[in-house]
């Protein structure tokens, strides 16, 4: 619920909201070690981060989500991942 909370905070422009979200997000997933989330957790935080301004953090995220989502064989992460983090480059929105 967490990761869900943390992406309406992003798509509505609410990134420091999205930031404390995401970071319950992975109290969570360690708690519960539902480590499949946690490229997922590293997406929204790169998002959030991004609309912050801050986006060297920002593609550091999508490049650890892009590794460990491939890792545990999650290609829909990986893909959103490189999508953003290609966006994030040009310029574009990377939601």
Known sequence: M???LTDCHNRL???QAALK???QAYGLI???GTNSLYAAALCQEAVALHALGQSQSAFERWQRAIVE???LGLSVFSQRAQRQLDAAMRGAPVI
């Open 2 to 4: 967490e990761l869900i």
């Open 13 to 15: 422009g609410m990134s």
């Open 21 to 23: 979200s995401v970071e």
């Open 30 to 32: 360690e708690f519960y």
């Open 69 to 71: 989502s491939r890792s």
